[in-house]
């Protein structure tokens, strides 16, 4: 049986030595929905992303994915993508697909090979050759070629072009089963706005507001962008 909550954090605190980098998150990630997690640069982002992954150790609370602490098991259920690319620059991208198929049961390596062919990608080219945001294209690629349950992308949109970015937000789109949900760090809210189902900001560890996309713009008579502006003003 399927639970329906795919991620619960409750009461998560994160410090770095004396530091609070997060304070008493609570959140639900459901199924099916594709979620923009928004905030400014240090706003505790990529570190809530890292304590989801099991990259970092919490502080105090919990963290539960399919109703389990985070660990071995909801490690291959998430997909994710960091901010950083962290792939061998030495291999080519058809080495990378063999080691993505060896390392991830889930993975589908002929989905792969048909979205490098849409974003015009010579898998017989070696990284080191490409460019940033050509290699940002091949790690996305590989991120959603998992058939995942939860998908992790951090700034998945950065080094590319405003038509690439069109290509990827649809790829995110069409790429997701309606048992998995997606969960976009970004600032470039203006850009991913289309695509997100509901929308949870952050600030200075603090998540500020949860809220169904729809329903927030509804309200407040304005884009996802115009309302952030306006929280957050500097």
């Known amino acids: 049986m399927i639970s329906m909550e795919l991620v619960e954090i409750k009461n998560l605190n994160k410090k770095f030595d004396d530091k609070k980098i997060l304070t008493d998150i609570n959140l639900t990630i459901p199924r099916g929905k594709i979620i923009g997690l928004l905030g400014k640069n240090g706003a505790g982002k990529s570190t809530l992303i890292k304590l989801i992954n099991d990259l970092l150790t919490k ?20 997909s994710y993508l960091p901010e950083r690319t962290y792939l061998n620059k030495q291999m080519r991208v058809s080495e990378v697909i063999d080691y993505f198929s060896d390392f991830y049961d889930n993975f589908d390596a002929k989905k792969a090979k048909r979205l490098l062919k849409d974003l015009d990608l010579d ?29 992790i992308l951090d700034e998945p949109l950065g080094g590319v072009d405003p038509a690439t970015r069109d290509y990827i937000l649809d790829t995110i789109l ?24 509901e929308v949870i900001f952050i600030d200075k560890g603090k998540v500020v507001l949860q809220s169904d996309a729809d329903k927030l713009r509804n309200k407040e008579k304005s884009s996802i962008d115009e309302i952030f502006r306006r929280m957050f003003k500097c």
């Open 59 to 78: 502080t105090s609370g919990e963290i539960l994915v399919n109703g389990k602490e985070v660990g071995v098991e909801s490690k291959k259920v998430i």
């Open 123 to 151: 898998i017989n080219q070696k990284l080191s050759k490409m460019s940033k945001g050509m290699q940002e294209k091949v790690q996305l690629v590989l991120v959603m070629s998992r058939n995942a349950e939860l998908y």
């Open 174 to 197: 069409s790429n997701f089963s309606e048992n998995a949900s997606v969960i976009i760090s970004t600032h470039l809210i203006s850009d991913i706005e289309r695509i997100l189902d």
